[in-house]
C-alpha cells in the first residue's frame, strides 16, 4: 500500500524558512511528479509547486516563486519544499501529492484527481 506523508510543519515567524519533506513509500519507484498544494483556513485549495521526479524540472505558483524551492532524491522518492521569506499569507496546511504517470508538468495544478495519492497534510504557522 502506498503512503504519502509530509513532515516539517510548525510555528514560525514572519521572515523565518522552514523546509518540508514529502516521502512516498510502498512502491519504490514510479512517481512521475510531486506537488505541493497549500489549504488556508476558509480558502481553497492552491497549487504551490512541483517538481517532475525524472528530470527535476519545477514549476511554482506566483505567490512563491523566488521565495520556495522544490528539491528531490529519486533514490528516497522524497521529494522536500524549501520555504524562505515565511509570511502571514503563507499559513496553511501542505499536502503533498504523487503523480503516476506523465503530463505537460505545466498542466499540473491542485485539482485532485490529477494525482493518484495524497498526504495528509502538514500544518505551517507563521506568526509574530
Known amino acids: 500500500q502506498v503512503h504519502v506523508v509530509e513532515s516539517g510543519g510548525g510555528l514560525v515567524q514572519p521572515g523565518d524558512s522552514l523546509r518540508l519533506s514529502c516521502v512516498v513509500s510502498g512502491r519504490p519507484f514510479g512517481t512521475y511528479a510531486m506537488t505541493w498544494a497549500r489549504q488556508a483556513p476558509g480558502k481553497e485549495r492552491e497549487f504551490v509547486g512541483t517538481i517532475v521526479m525524472s528530470s527535476g524540472l519545477t514549476y511554482y505558483a506566483d505567490s512563491v516563486k523566488g521565495r520556495f524551492t522544490i528539491s528531490r532524491d529519486n533514490a528516497k522518492n522524497t521529494a522536500w519544499l524549501q520555504m524562505n521569506s515565511l509570511n502571514a499569507e503563507d499559513t496553511a496546511v501542505y499536502y503533498c501529492?504523487?503523480?503516476?504517470?506523465?503530463?505537460?508538468?505545466?498542466?499540473?495544478?491542485?485539482?485532485?484527481?490529477?494525482?493518484?495519492?495524497w498526504g495528509q497534510g502538514t500544518q505551517v504557522t507563521v506568526a509574530s
Open positions: 501529492a504523487e503523480r503516476l504517470t506523465s503530463i505537460r508538468p505545466e498542466l499540473l495544478s491542485e485539482e485532485a484527481d490529477q494525482y493518484d495519492h
